[in-house]
């Protein structure tokens, strides 16, 4: 009975399951002389379950979870060794005892491979039986024991296309794709010919080693053998050539096949929908439609789900899903989350989140992509409450948020949440590392920057593309200009040169060296090395957006014209955005009138356009002509229309605050941190500072350092002594050890004269490495962008630029400039606060453009910081005095001086 006990020790074994008749008894086990009289069967087996009409009753099991519940008796033991099991006609016996093909089969279907083993040890004490062989090699690789199949295989004497075939196929779904090639190859020189089995094996190691020759040599095979009728062959042709991209070659096959099944049509509609031609997909769709005994299924709903997502097509996505509702699919796994995929690119958060409440089963992919869809609509305590309600985690749930958290610039959360995964034991892979090197570099630290390396070199993967290409970035954003030139420059040979090449060049113009990220990008296209693809097109001219490169930014989109780039969203998506910001919102309205397809992102940069032009009302009147088309707005729509009531002509205040109740009651967005920093400019614009104070203290959710500055710059405009403190004090209490609360404080005390311990905030803030981004103002002329910076003099041209700001100063205080001292915060005399206070990098574009431009031309000029008081009022004065225009875009928007007033109308 002890014995008997320690066969198994799964829940279930196979060995319980077997008649008394073949319970085999294994060497551990006690011999036992036969009794006088057999047992009587066990009563929950009827004797017809025994009869030759029913010779495997094993096969039905029984609800047992205990292998002592059966057949104890010792004289139902029978030894695999004696000669009625080796008697090679087994067919003979299966009246009386199960095949060894029977027991093989319940070692598959119960996950034991001790039976299977034991199988396997009396099969090579008798003569080699191939069919038997076979049965191994097939059970051994459905139990995951590639290297026991192998071994089986190797022992046969005469394999036949089945062994070969069996193995093949085990070899290739297994990772083992080396393998699985040359032993086709071994097949075929022991002149055993393919089947149509063998080449859907071999083609499916060609798929996963996306080896398009000799994909295309076993196509030449398969057609020398006259097989291409046979529709598995063609449809694993099919797939190869769509994983290695040939869409031509999926798509001629298919109309060659005299034959088609629901794969290939799934087949070909997944490989235009891979290639982004989504209209032709729904065509072949329809064409399946047509076909009689064809019904639609899991894959071809998934597949056409996500090309609805990728065009943007609410209709048709809303159709199919109301088909999987039809034909009973809307509960599997597949078609749910390419549902929750469907309505997070073309539905609301509460699409999304109605359809998750109502599935039935949810999966880790189900749970993890309702994470993505709350990240994508910058839902982030949404999107980590159901992390943390996660029944099961993997490494690619934690991927998602920290993705997500990453992508929504919350690096500290990022942080914290890597910590955690570390601290946990969770896999780290190299899309972990990559989102976190792009969190520290949202964080700007020097020092958890380098924490951070020195964690990635530890893995030993700095080779790896993609974290080579976020290390560039996060180099470049906390000012470690160096390192990053060091990794640009000794890269890997085989990693992707344009990623990261986009990479240096945005952190070239990130960090002010504006001509270096040209000239980068120039030399790249000589050497050949730019691909001027999407998403390169898109970089640059967004890069030209942000110089304020107007001549430039015209060539790209000449570019995006003539290769047809511009009908990609995402191409017209940047050249709107790079009009609005090179001073020409003429040029970006004609530009988002005329794309083929705008989606939210397009609407959001018209109205951002007009708000950067202080041009509140034609973004509020965007805002209705969304409303009409029945445009969803998202969180970032809220915001920037907030933002316009900062610059309307008129005291809309009161529309202001009905937008923002609007926005949870009507299109249940809640109002983020952001939206109530916009929020407080608003009241702030308008002088309601005590309304501005009262909303931040009611707030539900705790006010952040954007916030604080919102009411900040509000006081310092409005005057207000009192609330300028607080928001001080709270901002230095937020962000502590952000580099701009350094600032601050060390502003706080230069303005109350304590000149010592803003000289230690200083000390302390080089010492751990924060530094301050300076000031830069810059013209381009001539295609030449010309830099300066405060009391800089390093221009080849810096005498006569001096000279003439000189002339420039005595001719504006003649008609009435007075220089603000009080912007200069260093303890010195107030002679030498006015020499700080003359020579601004804002002061010297200024000069320099009117010395360098025809008369009457305007002079362009950008700023990477805010525009100080005392430097607005005198290029006022300027306009005035030169009678030129000119315009300035600075961090808060375009200003536009001209004689003598300016378009912000002295609020920005």
């Given at each position: 009975?002890a014995?008997?006990?320690?066969?198994?020790?799964n829940?279930?074994?196979?060995l319980?399951?077997?008649?008394?008749?073949i319970?085999?008894?294994f060497p551990?086990?006690p011999?036992n002389?036969?009794?006088?009289?057999?047992?009587?069967?066990?009563?929950?087996?009827?004797?017809?379950?025994?009869?030759l009409?029913?010779?495997?009753p094993?096969?039905?099991?029984?609800?047992?979870?205990?292998?002592?519940?059966f057949f104890?008796?010792?004289q139902?033991?029978?030894s695999?060794?004696?000669p009625?099991f080796?008697?090679?006609?087994?067919?003979t016996?299966?009246?009386?005892?199960a095949?060894?093909?029977?027991?093989?089969r319940?070692s598959?279907?119960?996950?034991?491979?001790?039976?299977?083993?034991?199988?396997?040890?009396?099969?090579l004490k008798l003569e080699?039986?191939?069919?038997?062989?076979?049965?191994?090699?097939?059970?051994?690789?459905?139990l995951?024991?590639?290297?026991?199949a192998?071994?089986?295989f190797?022992?046969?004497?005469?394999?036949?296309?089945?062994?070969?075939?069996?193995?093949?196929?085990?070899?290739?779904?297994?990772?083992?794709?080396?393998?699985?090639?040359?032993?086709?190859?071994?097949?075929?020189?022991?002149?055993?010919?393919?089947?149509?089995?063998?080449f859907?094996a071999?083609?499916?190691?060609?798929?996963r080693?996306?080896?398009y020759q000799?994909?295309?040599?076993?196509h030449?095979?398969?057609?020398?053998?006259?097989?291409?009728s046979?529709?598995?062959?063609?449809?694993?042709?099919?797939?190869?050539?769509?994983k290695c991209?040939?869409?031509?070659?999926?798509?001629?096959?298919?109309?060659?096949?005299?034959?088609?099944?629901?794969t290939?049509?799934?087949?070909?509609?997944s490989s235009?929908?891979?290639?982004f031609k989504?209209?032709e997909?729904?065509?072949?769709f329809?064409g399946?439609?047509?076909?009689?005994?064809?019904?639609?299924?899991?894959?071809?709903?998934?597949?056409?789900?996500?090309?609805?997502?990728?065009?943007v097509?609410?209709?048709?996505?809303q159709?199919?899903?109301?088909l999987?509702?039809k034909?009973?699919?809307?509960?599997?796994?597949s078609?749910?989350?390419?549902?929750?995929?469907?309505y997070t690119?073309?539905g609301?958060?509460?699409?999304?989140?109605?359809?998750?409440?109502?599935?039935?089963i949810?999966?880790?992919?189900?749970?993890t992509?309702?994470?993505?869809?709350?990240?994508?609509?910058?839902?982030?305590d949404?999107?980590?409450?159901?992390?943390?309600?996660?029944?099961?985690?993997?490494?690619?749930?934690?991927?998602?948020v920290?993705?997500?958290?990453?992508?929504?610039d919350?690096?500290?959360r990022?942080?914290?949440l890597?910590?955690?995964?570390?601290?946990?034991?969770?896999?780290i892979?190299?899309?972990?590392?990559?989102?976190?090197?792009t969190?520290c570099?949202?964080?700007?630290?020097?020092?958890?920057?380098?924490?951070?390396?020195?964690?990635?070199?530890?893995f030993?993967i700095?080779?790896?593309?993609?974290?080579?290409?976020?290390?560039?970035?996060?180099?470049?954003?906390?000012?470690?200009?160096?390192d990053?030139?060091?990794?640009?420059y000794?890269?890997s040979?085989?990693?992707?040169?344009?990623?990261?090449?986009?990479?240096?060049?945005?952190?070239?113009?990130?960090?002010?060296?504006?001509n270096?990220?040209?000239s980068?990008?120039?030399?790249?296209?000589?050497?050949?090395?730019?691909?001027?693809?999407?998403v390169?097109?898109?970089?640059i001219?967004?890069?030209?957006?942000?110089?304020?490169?107007?001549?430039?930014?015209?060539q790209?989109?000449c570019?995006a014209?003539?290769?047809?780039?511009?009908?990609?969203t995402g191409?017209?998506?940047?050249?709107v955005?790079?009009?609005?910001k090179?001073?020409?919102?003429?040029?970006?309205v004609?530009?988002?009138?005329?794309?083929n397809?705008?989606?939210?992102?397009?609407?959001?940069?018209?109205?951002?356009?007009?708000?950067?032009?202080?041009?509140?009302?034609?973004?509020?009147?965007?805002w209705?002509?969304m409303e009409?088309?029945?445009?969803?707005?998202?969180?970032?729509?809220?915001?920037?229309?907030?933002?316009?009531y900062?610059?309307?002509?008129?005291?809309l205040?009161d529309?202001?605050?009905s937008?923002?109740?609007?926005?949870?009651?009507?299109?249940?967005i809640?109002?983020t941190?952001?939206?109530?920093?916009s929020?407080?400019?608003?009241?702030?614009?308008?002088?309601?500072?005590?309304?501005?104070?009262?909303?931040i203290?009611?707030?539900?959710l705790?006010?952040?350092?954007y916030v604080w500055?919102?009411?900040?710059?509000?006081?310092?405009i409005?005057?207000?002594e009192?609330?300028?403190?607080?928001?001080?004090?709270n901002?230095?209490?937020?962000?502590?050890?952000?580099?701009?609360?350094?600032?601050?404080?060390?502003?706080l005390?230069?303005?109350?004269?304590?000149?010592?311990?803003?000289?230690?905030?200083r000390?302390?803030?080089?010492?751990?490495?924060?530094r301050?981004?300076?000031?830069?103002?810059?013209?381009i002329?001539?295609?030449?962008i010309?830099?300066?910076?405060?009391?800089?003099?390093s221009?080849?041209?810096?005498?006569?630029?001096?000279?003439?700001?000189?002339?420039?100063i005595?001719?504006?205080?003649k008609?009435g400039y007075?220089?603000?001292?009080?912007?200069v915060?260093?303890e010195?005399e107030?002679?030498?606060?006015k020499?700080?206070?003359?020579?601004?990098?804002?002061?010297?574009?200024a000069?320099?453009?009117?010395?360098m431009?025809?008369?009457?031309?305007?002079?362009?000029i950008?700023?990477?910081?805010?525009?100080?008081?005392?430097?607005?009022?005198?290029?006022?004065?300027?306009?005035?005095?030169?009678?030129?225009?000119?315009l300035?875009?600075?961090?808060s928007?375009?200003?536009?001086?001209?004689?003598?007033?300016?378009?912000?109308?002295?609020?920005?």
């Amino acid at each position: 009975m002890a014995a008997i006990v320690s066969l198994s020790t799964n829940p279930i074994s196979p060995l319980s399951l077997l008649p008394p008749t073949i319970f085999f008894r294994f060497p551990s086990m006690p011999t036992n002389p036969s009794p006088s009289t057999p047992p009587p069967p066990p009563p929950h087996l009827s004797k017809t379950s025994l009869s030759l009409s029913n010779p495997n009753p094993c096969l039905r099991p029984f609800n047992s979870t205990s292998p002592t519940q059966f057949f104890t008796s010792p004289q139902h033991l029978v030894s695999l060794s004696e000669p009625l099991f080796a008697s090679r006609s087994l067919n003979t016996s299966l009246s009386t005892i199960a095949s060894p093909f029977d027991l093989l089969r319940l070692s598959t279907r119960y996950g034991d491979p001790d039976l299977a083993r034991a199988v396997h040890a009396q099969f090579l004490k008798l003569e080699e039986d191939i069919f038997l062989g076979n049965a191994l090699i097939s059970a051994y690789l459905k139990l995951g024991l590639v290297r026991d199949a192998d071994k089986v295989f190797s022992g046969l004497s005469c394999p036949n296309v089945v062994s070969y075939t069996a193995l093949i196929s085990g070899f290739s779904k297994s990772d083992w794709e080396d393998e699985a090639v040359e032993l086709f190859f071994a097949m075929l020189d022991s002149g055993i010919e393919p089947n149509e089995y063998t080449f859907v094996a071999i083609l499916t190691a060609c798929i996963r080693n996306m080896d398009y020759q000799l994909g295309s040599q076993v196509h030449g095979i398969v057609v020398k053998l006259g097989l291409l009728s046979c529709v598995f062959i063609c449809n694993a042709l099919m797939g190869l050539y769509c994983k290695c991209g040939f869409l031509d070659l999926v798509l001629r096959l298919f109309e060659e096949m005299p034959e088609r099944d629901i794969t290939s049509w799934n087949t070909v509609i997944s490989s235009l929908v891979k290639e982004f031609k989504y209209d032709e997909a729904f065509d072949y769709f329809r064409g399946m439609q047509l076909c009689k005994g064809l019904k639609v299924d899991h894959f071809s709903l998934s597949t056409l789900l996500t090309a609805c997502a990728g065009s943007v097509k609410p209709m048709k996505g809303q159709q199919l899903h109301a088909l999987a509702l039809k034909v009973g699919l809307e509960s599997h796994l597949s078609v749910s989350s390419s549902l929750i995929g469907f309505y997070t690119k073309c539905g609301s958060a509460n699409d999304v989140t109605d359809l998750f409440e109502t599935m039935p089963i949810r999966d880790v992919i189900t749970w993890t992509g309702m994470i993505t869809s709350y990240m994508e609509f910058g839902m982030l305590d949404s999107a980590v409450e159901v992390f943390n309600k996660m029944p099961k985690r993997n490494c690619i749930s934690y991927n998602a948020v920290l993705a997500g958290l990453s992508r929504n610039d919350d690096g500290s959360r990022a942080l914290e949440l890597f910590i955690e995964m570390l601290e946990e034991g969770v896999e780290i892979s190299d899309c972990t590392l990559t989102s976190i090197i792009t969190a520290c570099g949202l964080l700007k630290s020097f020092k958890v920057s380098q924490q951070i390396q020195g964690f990635v070199m530890k893995f030993g993967i700095l080779s790896n593309s993609c974290i080579e290409t976020a290390l560039v970035d996060m180099y470049t954003r906390c000012g470690r200009m160096e390192d990053a030139e060091k990794i640009f420059y000794q890269r890997s040979l085989e990693n992707d040169y344009t990623a990261m090449l986009t990479s240096m060049i945005c952190g070239y113009a990130r960090n002010g060296k504006l001509n270096e990220a040209i000239s980068l990008f120039h030399s790249g296209q000589s050497e050949g090395a730019i691909v001027m693809d999407e998403v390169m097109s898109t970089s640059i001219l967004s890069l030209c957006g942000s110089i304020g490169f107007h001549e430039m930014g015209k060539q790209m989109h000449c570019h995006a014209l003539k290769s047809g780039l511009i009908t990609e969203t995402g191409v017209g998506n940047a050249t709107v955005s790079m009009y609005s910001k090179c001073w020409n919102m003429d040029d970006a309205v004609r530009v988002f009138n005329t794309m083929n397809m705008q989606d939210i992102v397009s609407w959001n940069g018209l109205v951002a356009g007009h708000v950067l032009h202080w041009q509140g009302d034609k973004a509020l009147g965007i805002w209705k002509k969304m409303e009409k088309a029945g445009i969803k707005p998202d969180s970032i729509t809220f915001a920037l229309i907030i933002s316009a009531y900062k610059h309307t002509e008129l005291n809309l205040v009161d529309s202001c605050r009905s937008l923002f109740v609007s926005m949870e009651t009507e299109h249940n967005i809640k109002p983020t941190l952001e939206h109530y920093a916009s929020f407080i400019s608003v009241l702030g614009r308008w002088g309601l500072l005590e309304e501005a104070e009262q909303t931040i203290r009611n707030m539900p959710l705790e006010p952040d350092v954007y916030v604080w500055r919102a009411l900040l710059n509000s006081c310092r405009i409005n005057k207000n002594e009192r609330l300028e403190k607080l928001a001080a004090r709270n901002i230095l209490a937020v962000e502590p050890k952000d580099p701009l609360s350094y600032i601050l404080k060390s502003n706080l005390y230069s303005a109350s004269g304590r000149w010592y311990y803003s000289e230690k905030v200083r000390e302390d803030m080089r010492e751990k490495g924060f530094r301050k981004h300076p000031s830069q103002s810059w013209i381009i002329h001539e295609n030449k962008i010309h830099s300066f910076y405060a009391r800089d003099r390093s221009h080849p041209q810096g005498k006569d630029i001096y000279s003439g700001l000189e002339i420039l100063i005595l001719e504006c205080l003649k008609v009435g400039y007075v220089p603000d001292t009080s912007f200069v915060l260093q303890e010195v005399e107030e002679r030498q606060k006015k020499e700080f206070l003359f020579y601004h990098s804002g002061k010297l574009a200024a000069t320099f453009g009117i010395l360098m431009t025809k008369p009457g031309k305007p002079i362009q000029i950008v700023k990477n910081v805010r525009l100080c008081g005392d430097c607005h009022n005198f290029l006022k004065y300027v306009s005035i005095v030169t009678r030129r225009k000119i315009l300035l875009r600075d961090t808060s928007g375009f200003h536009w001086f001209i004689d003598g007033q300016c378009s912000c109308t002295d609020y920005w």
